[in-house]
């Protein structure tokens, strides 16, 4: 048997300024109930104008290492997926390599929106397996705000800030990587995008004015395509892994909508008591959203040594994947 991948240590780092529904009710025309109701979301972290991407990475990343009693020179890769960088280039990934001191470790940045963090760690997975690496960092992060329209209420309600880390390396148990999953769909981009700053609409004037560094959303299409890709994902990871609904002991989706979750939930047969949620107090944090579920799951003694753990994501692209970890 190939040998696993096994998480050794996690970590999140939010910013310390929340945004509740009732800040949002002064800035457009919206209601703390229609959120709530529509979402599940109450309040989010936002990051304050001179805090970076990076800088939640390298809270998050301290956390992991500490609790893997790894230092960063062990680190041999870091993967750090974000759709919201510090910069155009280099990756972020080279920030947080600089500034944890990993400097035997290979970085580089995936895009894959929310699906991010178990793209990477997918790939870190694969990495493992090959044996040329033992001990990677894998990161989702995200400065959702800095593509926030705080005019448009179809999407400002919706988003958070945040970053979540893992240390992977190979287990040498039955403890780790179960199965995992990974799907795209490019033909479906337009219903979730930012052009500003590309290629498609160069940073001008007329790309200020045409608010193209804004993240645009067609919530409904959105909503319809996660509910059934997650469904879907979810079964993949499962059916690879010869397991059920039953022999999960606890779920955590992607945190962008409450009813997405528990239509995920009940796709597969999992009680809402065996799903995480979070998405009250931090909204939609995109690649960010499982580490950071992942980190509080594990901190607050909801998932233990033993547990099997079923993650699932949607995201912009369309991207979606999921994985099955024995914790
Ligand atoms: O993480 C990546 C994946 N992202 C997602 O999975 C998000 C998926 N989409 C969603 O979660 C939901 O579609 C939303 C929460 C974005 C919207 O909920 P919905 O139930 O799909 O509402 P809707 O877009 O169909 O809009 C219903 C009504 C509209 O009014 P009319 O046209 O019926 O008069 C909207 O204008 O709700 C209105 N509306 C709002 N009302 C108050 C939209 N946003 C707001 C708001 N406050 N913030």
Redesign the pocket.
Known sequence: MTPRTKIIGTGHSVPERILTNFDLEKM????DQ??IE??GIHERHIKEPEQNNSDFCVEASRQALEEAGLGASELDMIILATVTGDMRFPSTSIFVQARLGAHNAVVFDIGA??SGFLYALSIADNMIATGKYTKILVIGSECMTHVTDWSD???C??FGDGAGAAVVTKSDSEKGIIASYMGSDGRLAHL?YSSGGGTVSPASYESVDNRDHYLK?A??D??LH?VKAMGDSAQRALDEAGLTGNDIDLLIP?Q??V??MDATAKRIGIPREKVVINIDRYG?T?AASIPIALNEARRTGRLLPGMTCLMVV???GFTWASAIVKF
């Open positions: 457009v025309d919206t209601t229609w959120i529509r979402t929106a929310c209420r179809n999407t309600v919706l979730l959303m919530g409904r959105v909503f996660a992607h962008a909508n009813r997405i939609n995109s949607f995201g912009g």
